[in-house]
């Protein structure tokens, strides 16, 4: 290895050193309320959008080919009672279930932190023995410091806090982060998880170019895989690089400008998600067009008041998006419900015409319509200099003029569901409940929110497969008990 590789001089040790110290030393006692609170928002928000996957042909498409595969020791495929698969193949489908859509958490740098991380551990926790339980607390714990690692290693680059251009995030960090939260919930010690982070980074990466296609799904399901395949591995005895954290050619392969720290120390240990919350998604789509949806929808409103509640599509001239440069979210003619959901103008456009974006908005009757065609030919986009493509300050505006020559905008820096102006618990809970209904009867709805309200006092969390199976909260009275 050659001495130059090497991006970091840390006294005493290295920054993969300094990782796996703190990924094996956290403990239950540091996670604070508002860590907690945070984090069973997203592990809620999380399921319910898995479960919707599970409809989706890509989600269908991989469940099938997984099938190929089998053992004794298995996990539960959500939504599905009699459909169970190893938990590596598990974590796969159920992580592809989670992203089939795009419907799930976004942090900023800009990751999908929590489909590569839950997946795996649920899948995980199925697989010990019936006298080692794992309880709430520890599937949070572990949950944690895998959104832990994965906003650390984005803060080592400059580059990472923008919208990405060449790696799609879940499938570097996401990787990363899977791999850290499994070797907590396996208890490795700190060489092992160091070999688990090694392991990790050896099946890290995914480029973009598969943005708005069935590929892009697999991308967190293959980063809840294969962290998890890391973890046992590393529990093997498998041993890779011991500074693969540290080196350019290791996890500075995925960043131009890749400048590793250590960690802060264990004592009162300051968590990224006390600093930083996430945005939820009101509807399935890129997050970047959630600005897009809240201004057309707030524009729509102004039009209709000027045109007795009627929505003037024939009179309008164009329309104009001011947005950040986002190239794979720039399709003027979205072909697919997925590119769909990478389309700054199909979003603008549906919530134009419709008031508000939803589910429906993109199956294939909606995205091919003639109304929504024609507005699209009249639909052009801008990038202002001072829209930069960061989550946390890009804003949109969006401009129709009409063949009088009136023109009326309205602009959205923060959208409802941002972590600027989060999801009230109400409107969380209605997202989960629409989501999880279509595949799960009502009584095991009602117990996945249950449990995860309570997660913290849960004795065993294998609760949450048998309600993500769909069995009824009867089924399981032994499993009920609170700490």
């Not at 998604?281 to 009627?310: C, G, I, Y």
């Not at 549906?350 to 929504?372: I, K, Q, Y």
């Not at 209605?430 to 006092?457: C, D, M, W």
Request: aromatic share 8%; hydrophobic share 40%; net charge neutral.
């Amino acid at each position: 290895m050659a001495k130059t590789d090497v991006l970091t001089s840390v006294w005493g040790g290295t920054v993969t050193g300094n990782f796996a110290k703190v990924i094996h030393g956290l403990n239950a006692n540091q996670l604070t309320d508002q860590v907690i609170q945070r984090s069973k928002r997203m592990i809620l928000d999380t399921l319910g959008v898995g479960l919707l996957g599970t409809s989706t042909e890509v989600c269908h498409k991989v469940a099938q080919y997984s099938k190929i595969y089998s053992t004794d020791l298995s996990s539960t495929i959500w939504g599905h009672l009699d459909f169970r698969l190893p938990p590596l193949y598990a974590a796969f489908v159920n992580g592809v279930a989670v992203h089939s859509m795009d419907f799930d958490d976004t942090w900023h740098p800009a990751t999908h932190p929590s489909g590569a991380v839950l997946p795996a551990l649920i899948a995980l926790s199925e697989a010990f023995p019936q006298k080692k339980k794992i309880s709430g607390l520890d599937l949070l714990l572990a949950f944690n410091v895998g959104i832990e690692v994965q906003g650390r290693l984005l803060h080592f680059s400059r580059e990472a806090r923008n919208i990405p251009k060449r790696f799609h995030p879940p499938a570097v960090v996401g990787t990363m982060g899977s791999a850290a939260a499994c070797a907590k919930l396996l208890a490795l010690d700190q060489p092992d998880c160091k070999n688990a982070l090694a392991i990790a980074a050896s099946y890290a990466g995914a480029p973009l170019a598969n943005a708005a296609t069935q590929i892009k799904p697999l991308h967190v399901g293959n980063a809840a895989k294969h962290g998890l395949e890391a973890a046992c591995l590393a529990l093997q005895g498998l041993q890779g690089n011991k500074q693969i954290l540290d080196m350019e050619s290791g996890m500075g392969a995925f960043y131009t400008d890749y400048s590793p720290q250590t960690l802060p120390t264990l004592h009162s240990y300051p968590w990224l998600l006390d600093q930083q919350d996430v945005a939820i998604k009101r509807f399935p789509a890129h997050l970047a067009t959630h600005w897009v949806a809240d201004a057309a929808s707030s524009l729509r409103r102004k039009l209709v008041e000027r045109t007795e509640n009627l929505f003037p599509l024939d009179k309008i001239e164009k329309v104009i998006l001011k947005v950040p440069e986002v190239k794979y979210v720039n399709r003027p003619s979205p072909a697919s419900e997925h590119e769909a959901r990478h389309s700054f103008q199909f979003v603008a456009c549906s919530a134009l015409l419709d008031g508000s974006m939803s589910v429906e908005s993109f199956t294939s009757e909606n995205v091919h319509r003639p109304a929504l065609r024609a507005l699209l030919c009249k639909t052009q986009l801008e990038h202002p200099a001072d829209n930069t493509p960061s989550f946390d300050s890009l804003y949109c505006e969006v401009s129709v003029t009409l063949r009088d020559g009136n023109t009326i905008s309205d602009r959205c820096t923060t959208f409802y569901g941002h972590w600027r102006k989060p999801l009230e618990k109400e409107d969380l809970e209605k997202k989960f409940q629409s989501n999880a209904l279509g595949t799960l009867p009502a009584e095991a709805v009602e117990g996945i929110i249950e449990t995860v309200y309570n997660l913290e006092k849960v004795e065993d969390c294998s609760v949450l497969s048998t309600f993500l199976s769909g069995q009824s909260a009867r089924a399981l009275p032994e499993k009920l008990r609170l700490l």
